[in-house]
C-alpha cells in the first residue's frame, strides 16, 4: 500500500503531478490519498480511495498558519487511528506542507517519500521547519528539477531527480496539435498562473497595454485560484476561468508565457511550459531555476526576466512579427517536450518506491 498525503487541492502544479503518479502505478497498487478538506481540484476526479482531514485558509495569515498546524495534528491522529495501513507501507508526501504524514511514517517505521515542488515559503521560519522535519523523516527525496535541488539541498544522499511530465488527457491533443503562428489574424499571448504578485501579474497587466494600439495582439490570462486582478484590466487582456484540461486554451495560443519573477518566487519546473512546449506553442520563461533547464534561449523560446519591461515586450512584437521564427522554435519546443515522456517520469517515481522498500 502506498499512503498519499496533499494539503491543498487546487489546480496548480504539485496536485497535478500527484494525478500523474496515482494514475501511472496502475490498479495492482493499493492506494489511499489523504488530503485537506479546503479546496476542490483537479485531485477530486483521481479514482482512489480518499480520506479528507480538516484544513481551512482563511484571509489573515496567522489564522491560517494556526489552522495549517491544526490539520498536521489532525492528519498525524487520522493516520495513526486509521485501520488497515499495512506495516510495508510506503509514505507518499506530496509538497514539504502535509509534515504530518512524514512523522507518522517516521514514528511508525515506514518509508517516507517526499515529492517537493516548491522552493521557497512564508514566512522563512515555517520553511526551516517543515525542511527540518523533512530531513529527519524522509526515506527518499524527489525533487522536480536538477536545478531544484542545488537550491533547496535538505539531505543530498537521500535527493534524486525525476521530471514532470504532462497529464495523460493532454498527450494525444498535443500530439496532434498543429502550431499556428496567428489564428484569424491574431497573434495569441497565453498565460497560465495565479493571481499572485510573485507570479508577473503587474508585468503582465504592463506588457498588455504596451501592445494595446494592435489589433493584431491578444493576451489570453487563465487564473489558476479563480481570483481576481487588483488591477484594471485592459481591453486586449481576457480573464478565463480556472479549468482541469487547458487543451482548448494551449490549442488557441501562439506564445505561452512564464513571468513569475526572480527576485519574488524561483520556479523548481515549470509545468505550464511542458505543456505548452508539448503544443509546439514556443515559450517565454524566468532565465533561473527549473524553466531554465527546460528552455534553451533563442531554441525553444527566450529567457527573460520580467522586470525587465522593455525586454519582455520587444521579444513579444519580434515574435508577433516574425512566423518563420515563431515555426522554428514550434519544432524546437515540441522535439524537446518529447524527452520528459510519460514513461520516463513513470519509471522514474517507480524506481524510488522500489528503493525504499529495499
Not at 501511472?24 to 482531514?53: C, H, M, N, P, W
Not at 488557441?252 to 506553442?281: H, K, W, Y
Request: hydrophobic fraction near 45%; proline fraction near 6%.
Amino acid at each position: 500500500m502506498i499512503i498519499f498525503a496533499h494539503l491543498l487541492n487546487d489546480r496548480s502544479g504539485s496536485p497535478r503531478v500527484l494525478k500523474s503518479v496515482i494514475e501511472d502505478l496502475g490498479f495492482d497498487e493499493q492506494k489511499r490519498l489523504y488530503i485537506g478538506s479546503d479546496g476542490d481540484g483537479i485531485l477530486a476526479a483521481v479514482e482512489v480511495d480518499t480520506r479528507k482531514f480538516w484544513y481551512r485558509r482563511t484571509p489573515n495569515r496567522l489564522l491560517t498558519m494556526l489552522t495549517f498546524c491544526a490539520s498536521q495534528v489532525h492528519l498525524l491522529w487520522s493516520l495513526l487511528c486509521s485501520p488497515g495501513i499495512p506495516r510495508d507501507a510506503v509514505v507518499y508526501v506530496n509538497t514539504l506542507l502535509p509534515f504530518g504524514a512524514g512523522l507518522f511514517g517516521r514514528l511508525t517505521n515506514r518509508p517516507v517519500i517526499y515529492h517537493i515542488h516548491e522552493m521557497s515559503l512564508s514566512p522563512p521560519a515555517l520553511q526551516r521547519f517543515l525542511v527540518a522535519i523533512a530531513r529527519y523523516t524522509a526515506t527518499r527525496l524527489i525533487y522536480v528539477s536538477d536545478a531544484h535541488r542545488t537550491l533547496l539541498p535538505i539531505a543530498p544522499e537521500k535527493a534524486v531527480t525525476v521530471y514532470n511530465s504532462i497529464d495523460v488527457a493532454l498527450a494525444e491533443p498535443s500530439r496532434d496539435h498543429v502550431y499556428r503562428h496567428r489564428t484569424g489574424g491574431v497573434f495569441t499571448v497565453l498565460m497560465l498562473s495565479y493571481a499572485r504578485s510573485y507570479k508577473g501579474i503587474s508585468e503582465l497587466l504592463s506588457l498588455a497595454r504596451h501592445f494595446s494600439n494592435r489589433k493584431d495582439i491578444r493576451f489570453n490570462l487563465v487564473v489558476s485560484d479563480g481570483g481576481s486582478l487588483e488591477q484594471v484590466e485592459p481591453s486586449n487582456l481576457t480573464l478565463l476561468p480556472p479549468t482541469d484540461n487547458p487543451e482548448h486554451q494551449y490549442a488557441q495560443a501562439s506564445l505561452v508565457l512564464n513571468l513569475s519573477r526572480p527576485d519574488l518566487c524561483v520556479e523548481t519546473f515549470g509545468l505550464t511550459l511542458l505543456e505548452a512546449m508539448a503544443f509546439g506553442i514556443p515559450v517565454i520563461a524566468p532565465p533561473v531555476g527549473g524553466p531554465a533547464e527546460l528552455v534553451t534561449d533563442g531554441k525553444e523560446g527566450l529567457l527573460i526576466d520580467s522586470r525587465n519591461g522593455a525586454a519582455l515586450a520587444a521579444a513579444v512584437g519580434q515574435l508577433a512579427d516574425d512566423e518563420a521564427r515563431c515555426l522554428e522554435m514550434s519544432a524546437a519546443a515540441r522535439a524537446r517536450a518529447a524527452q520528459f515522456g510519460r514513461e520516463d517520469f513513470r519509471r522514474g517515481i517507480l524506481s524510488v518506491i522500489e528503493a525504499v522498500r529495499g
